[in-house]
């Protein structure tokens, strides 16, 4: 046999060809497709371990079908999602005015669903031993903005306690967290002391808080129930009454006005283009209760579930909270708003 060159036909050149184009579609594809998750530190467990799960129950090819779930805050996380960069926003807190206004002015429609309950939880440092409650007006004559660099020995919260230093921990401007306790305790919102420790991530929060026998902060329930042996969490002194956060306590409204509603915002005209984000919508109702206990948050009662199926999958968008946080609201008129909508 004479020597044969062995080489490609260009029928099979061709072929490879678009089987590359195919395989960088595909690969374009994906991407275009994944949902991108952000928002509240708060719900961030709830959602991240939802996204596991999910993705565990569908045949992905190795392929993530979400994008890594952020954590910027519910504030930062609506300023992207009412640009169109995000198609889930997690919220501590109801959408406010301004955003709905950023939402309208990009052409960002989307449906508000509630998917658990929390509680802003007061806490201190184990050494602590001479407070074991806080009344809001308390609260506010520490967190205030006049407080700032004025209150700052425990001794000034109340007389009976000694003259040490108090350092104070929380949530940053960005937070849904900081949001909702400048409503509820401030009653203005947004008007917080500066002369804090901020940080964005409560894991971080606690182990600071952990570490500093002076220390008094906040931040959700479920980062509390997971951190009993580093934090201790104060009562609300209220009627001469001291409310303990717990699971009772915030489902039956007794710890107002610090128990408060927690959110997904979904793009509906994402969830339209987007299959999977669909599906995932669904499969995160289906499974909210139990994802909401393990992150150690309240389920909400079936008929509030029940009612977020129906508007995700009748298309209902907007807000039933008026672009404001209603911290005073009740289960029962909690209830009654969403069947209204």
Not at 133 to 142: A, F, G
Not at 149 to 163: A, E, F, L, M, V
Request: hydrophobic share 35%.
């Amino acid at each position: 046999m004479g020597n044969k060159k062995w080489g490609l036909s260009s029928l099979t050149i061709s072929a490879l060809m678009v089987a590359t184009l195919s395989a960088c579609t595909s690969v374009d594809s994906i991407e275009t497709t994944k949902i991108k998750i952000d928002g509240s530190s708060t719900v961030y467990p709830i959602s991240r371990n939802v996204v596991e799960e999910f993705e565990a129950t569908q045949d992905t090819q190795d392929t993530a079908l979400v994008s890594d779930v952020q954590l910027s805050g519910t504030t930062a996380g609506f300023e992207k999602f009412c640009q169109g960069k995000t198609d889930i926003n997690n919220a501590s807190r109801p959408i406010h005015d301004h955003e709905i206004k950023a939402c309208d002015q990009s052409g960002v429609r989307y449906t508000e669903l509630i998917i658990g309950l929390d509680a802003i939880t007061i806490v201190v440092n184990p050494q602590n031993n001479f407070a074991k409650d806080i009344t809001l007006e308390e609260l506010k004559k520490v967190w205030e903005p006049e407080a700032e660099g004025k209150i700052t020995h425990w001794n000034q919260i109340r007389k009976s306690w000694p003259n040490q230093p108090i350092n104070l921990y929380g949530p940053g401007q960005y937070s849904g967290t900081n949001d909702y306790f400048t409503e509820a305790v401030i009653k203005q919102k947004g008007e917080i002391r500066k002369d804090y420790t901020a940080n964005k991530n409560p894991n971080i929060l606690v182990q600071k808080i952990a570490n500093d026998p002076n220390a008094l902060g906040y931040f959700g329930y479920g980062y509390y129930k997971i951190s009993t042996t580093q934090v201790k969490a104060l009562a609300i002194k209220k009627n001469n009454q001291s409310i303990v956060p717990s699971r009772s306590n915030i489902k039956w409204d007794q710890y107002r006005p610090l128990s408060r509603p927690l959110f997904i915002y979904v793009n509906m005209k994402a969830s339209q283009e987007k299959p999977v984000l669909r599906e995932f919508v669904h499969f995160y109702l289906e499974n909210s209760p139990e994802f909401v206990s393990s992150a150690g948050y309240i389920p909400l009662p079936k008929e509030l579930y029940k009612l977020a199926k129906q508007h995700f999958e009748t298309g209902k968008v907007g807000t039933v909270f008026e672009g404001k946080s209603q911290v005073e609201l009740t289960m029962d008129q909690l209830l009654k708003k969403e069947a209204e909508f």
